[in-house]
């Protein structure tokens, strides 16, 4: 049986940006941390690192924040930038305040622009993040774009064929699925993830994107129901989906 790993109740609510450990000894001290309901007054104690240790460990009442492992699923909206540094509004400033102060941090995995909406993964495992955007993996991802002008008629044979070349590289574009939705609308399906990727392909096609949001990672869709600006936990189904 393989059990999960323990941590320090003091290393794991700094971890968790609650304070400094002192500060979390002095919490437990006065018995606002509880473990099942029982005071742990104990902060050199360690817990279980599982994902439902929020439902065993509170404070104050009220559960902690997941444990480190943490994967999200996040629908972008405009205007937002995935960067820790940029200003501007930030993703990360669609996640609890207290998050930002975790360790390991909470990162995006991969990129949208800024003018860019729809499905957007966060982690703090660096292990998932790799295995996602790893090229080995092939992680589609599908994109509904709108564009300037109608369609030419020839992309999806040029997208499907690979080989485009665009500005500036020097290495060919793998293949990519293209389906027509109307004159000025397409899905699109890559498993690279270049810079701008979708927008230069139109563009050296003579198009213009006016409009780009990802809706799905592998199998897994952006939810109907997550409203922009909004996100979830994933749950290990979503996970899965995301190779599947
Ligand atoms: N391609 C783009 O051009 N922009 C994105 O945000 C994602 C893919």
Request: proline share 8%; hydrophobic share 40%.
């Amino acid at each position: 049986m393989s059990r999960a790993p323990t941590l320090r109740l003091d290393r794991l609510l700094a971890s968790l940006g609650y304070g400094s450990r002192r500060e979390m000894q002095a919490l437990a001290k006065n018995g606002r941390i509880t473990f099942d309901g029982a005071p742990m007054t104990d902060a050199d104690k360690h817990v279980p690192l599982t994902r439902d240790l929020p439902d065993h460990l509170h404070l104050d009442g009220k559960p902690i924040d997941p444990p480190p492992g943490i994967a999200l699923m996040l629908h972008k909206p405009l205007g937002t930038t995935c960067s820790h540094k940029e200003a501007g509004p930030l993703v990360y400033d669609l996640l609890p305040t207290r998050w930002r102060m975790r360790d390991p941090a909470i990162s995006t995995i991969g990129r949208l622009d800024k003018d860019t909406s729809g499905l957007l993964l966060l982690t703090d495992d660096g292990a998932l993040l790799h295995r996602v955007i790893s090229p080995k993996n092939h992680v589609a991802k599908r994109y509904r774009v709108t564009l300037d002008r109608p369609l030419r008629g020839d992309e999806a044979e040029t997208f499907g064929a690979g080989g485009l070349m665009l500005e500036s590289e020097t290495k060919p574009l793998l293949p990519a699925v293209m389906e027509t939705l109307s004159p000025t609308e397409a899905l699109l399906t890559l498993t690279e993830g270049r810079y701008h990727q979708v927008r230069r392909m139109f563009a050296a096609m003579g198009n213009h994107v006016t409009a780009l949001h990802r809706e799905s990672m592998g199998g897994l869709d952006l939810p109907a129901d997550l409203e922009p600006g909004t996100f979830r936990l994933m749950t290990d189904a979503d996970l899965a989906a995301i190779f599947a």
